[in-house]
């Protein structure tokens, strides 16, 4: 069982930077492909970046690549998505995902546990 706790978000304006943090319980935590995933008003949740455990290869959507980095302290059970020239479209709110298997999805149903979400908000 892996317990996901959220924190960083907040409210921004458009050029800036935010940096959220996923703190995971859990003593398998490391083996853990783990997502941030976002939600914004009336739209479906989507597929935003991906960390693999074992190789920290990771995956990114188009919106965001070149601008957000996601990177996991194994140290601390804790994932981290940081996001620069953040725009008002990235307004939303994020969620940190994890899943058993070791490859990296955009689909939602594949990730075993999720948070409870931290909001983003840019304003232009």
């Known amino acids: 069982q892996v317990q996901l706790i959220e924190s960083g978000g907040g409210l921004v304006q458009a050029g800036g930077s935010l940096r959220l943090s996923c703190a995971a319980s859990?003593?398998?935590?490391?083996?853990?492909?783990l997502g941030w995933f976002r939600q914004a008003p009336g739209k479906e949740r989507e597929f935003v970046a991906g960390i693999r455990a074992s190789t920290l290869f990771t995956s990114y959507a188009d919106s965001v690549r070149g601008r957000f980095t996601i990177f996991r302290d194994g140290a601390k059970n804790t994932v981290y998505l940081q996001m620069n020239s953040l725009k008002p479209e990235d307004t939303a709110l994020y969620y940190c995902?994890?899943?058993?298997?070791?490859?990296?999805?955009?689909?939602?149903?594949?990730?075993?546990?999720w948070g409870q979400g931290t909001q983003v908000t840019v304003s232009s």
């Open positions: 995902a994890a899943k058993t298997a070791s490859y990296i999805t955009s689909r939602e149903g594949d990730y075993n546990y």
């Open positions: 859990g003593r398998t935590f490391s083996t853990y492909t």
